[in-house]
């Protein structure tokens, strides 16, 4: 599966937008970017994932680049609630695992 | 959104006995349930795959043994950890793959964890 590498940390300001990058330059055609967080003690949660186009749900809109080797979350407004670990993974459709890096540690700020 | 569950939410317990966790998947069937393990200020790692009815797949490390994966329903994995010892303090969570989800390729539904102290 291809590594990815994210911010160890990040802060925003709540009711701003909180972008998230990730480099996964080694992604091949078959894999996936997803996005999942983990709030401090609890499960992670999924919030989104793409292949090539640009996608965008309740919780929030990921970007990716034309060559794929990069990706961006974006929280449109952020809440203090969102104040999270932000877990980028790259893996195969067939693949069953997801495997974690160490995530962005993003702050939200009142 | 689909919900799982773990019982119990914490557990302490003394050097040398087991102790199971249990994972419940409450409004889906889960063809898959994963076991990961999280210390403090780190990522998780995950532990163990475990299909319905079939023995489970441990991730090189872990030892299968110690750590008795028993998937036996679509609603119901456990974990049990045998002879548990200080070491083996940690953050357990597990996940499930919807059966015969669609569209949602890995999307994985966690559980809250569970928290093992071992005195």
């Known amino acids: 599966d291809a590594k990815t590498t994210q911010p160890t940390s990040m802060d925003c300001a709540e009711g701003r937008a909180a972008n998230l990058p990730c480099n996964h330059s080694t992604i091949s055609g078959n894999e996936y970017v997803y996005w999942y967080r983990q709030i401090h003690s609890q499960g992670p949660q999924y919030i989104i994932h793409?292949?090539?186009n640009n996608e965008t749900n309740e919780m929030a809109s990921l970007i990716i680049t034309e060559d794929r080797k990069s990706s961006t979350l974006i929280l449109p407004h952020a809440t203090l609630r969102d104040t999270a670990v932000y877990y980028c993974?790259?893996?195969?459709?067939?693949?069953?695992?997801?495997?974690f890096g160490q995530g962005t540690r993003l702050t939200i700020n009142p | 959104g689909a919900v799982v569950s773990q019982h119990p939410s914490w557990v302490i317990c003394k050097s040398g006995t087991s102790v199971k966790i249990e994972c419940r998947s409450l409004?889906?069937?889960?063809?898959?349930m994963f076991w990961y393990r999280q210390f403090p200020k780190q990522s998780l790692m995950l532990m163990a795959t475990?299909?319905?009815?079939?023995?489970?797949?441990?991730e090189q490390g872990v030892e299968k043994d110690k750590f008795l994966i028993n998937h036996a329903s679509l609603t119901l994995s456990t974990l049990t950890v045998t002879s548990a010892h200080p070491e083996d303090s940690s953050f357990y969570i597990c996940?499930?793959?919807?059966?015969?989800?669609?569209?949602?390729?890995?999307?994985?539904?966690f559980g809250p964890g569970t928290r093992l102290t071992v005195l």
């Open positions: 409004d889906f069937q889960a063809t898959t």
């Open positions: 996940s499930a793959r919807e059966f015969g989800g669609q569209g949602r390729y890995n999307e994985q539904f």
């Open positions: 475990s299909n319905e009815g079939s023995k489970a797949t441990y």
């Open positions: 793409g292949l090539k």
């Open positions: 993974i790259v893996t195969p459709a067939y693949s069953q695992k997801l495997v």
